[in-house]
């Protein structure tokens, strides 16, 4: 099955810098890569997400970035806020499961 | 309001007593799936379901049952809980499967087996 990896694990910034996450897949088939965000005790929920036929997507503060070839992607957040500080996952999909990576705990330094 | 509604919140139990999480979505979603969420592991897919009557097992499926008799919901049986099963859970359904649409999380539900 698919296997996700995403590095780091832990992330501190200062406020107003940016922040970069990134992930590795090894199913050269999976075509959907979507970015969840989890805050503290709630549950996951969806923030942006790219299809394989994309390399670039933005929603304001956040961008994803996609190298089929490579077989990564990322997560960019710019401008950082406090209200960014979360849990984020990386995920890619298979047949009919999102495979997860293990997570990055953003903190934002205010 | 568009949910999906796990129940219960928390749970202690003890080794060895049957015990069915709750799930309940109003989308009228297809997909159905439960994950459990562990430190350092993130989420692991144990069981899915297509459609009512179709289920499927995921990556942890072991001492886990599931039964899909309505569209909307998406009971998660634990017939002899073990320590190991010690975990936060959350259901989350779509539209159709999670190839390309958004999966939308439960609240999750707190389980601990002593």
């Known amino acids: 099955g698919e296997n996700v990896e995403q590095h780091p694990s832990t992330l501190s910034v200062q406020e107003g810098d940016s922040a970069v996450i990134k992930c590795t897949y090894s199913d050269s088939a999976s075509n959907y890569f979507p970015w969840y965000k989890q805050e503290l005790g709630k549950r996951p929920q969806l923030i942006i997400d790219i299809r394989s036929n994309v390399g670039e997507k933005k929603d304001q503060r956040i961008a994803v970035t996609l190298n089929k070839t490579a077989k990564h992607f990322s997560l960019h957040i710019t401008e950082t806020q406090p209200e960014d500080s979360a849990v984020y996952f990386c995920a890619a999909t298979g047949a009919n499961n999102l495979f997860f990576g293990t997570g990055t705990r953003l903190t934002v330094i205010p | 309001e568009a949910q999906v509604t796990q129940n219960p919140r928390y749970l202690i139990t003890v080794t060895g007593k049957k015990l069915t999480v709750t799930c309940s979505q109003n989308m009228n979603h297809e997909y159905m799936s439960w994950y459990r969420q562990d430190p350092g592991l993130g989420l692991r897919q144990i069981y899915y379901s297509m459609n009512v009557e179709v289920t499927d097992k995921g990556d942890v499926p072991e001492g886990y049952k599931v039964s899909r008799k309505e569209k909307r919901n998406f009971p998660l049986i634990l017939e002899s809980p073990s320590p190991n099963q010690t975990s936060l859970y959350f259901c989350?359904?779509?539209?159709?499967?999670?190839?390309?649409?958004?999966?939308?999380f439960g609240q999750g539900t707190r389980l601990t087996v002593v």
């Open positions: 989350a359904s779509s539209y159709r499967g999670l190839g390309n649409t958004e999966a939308f």
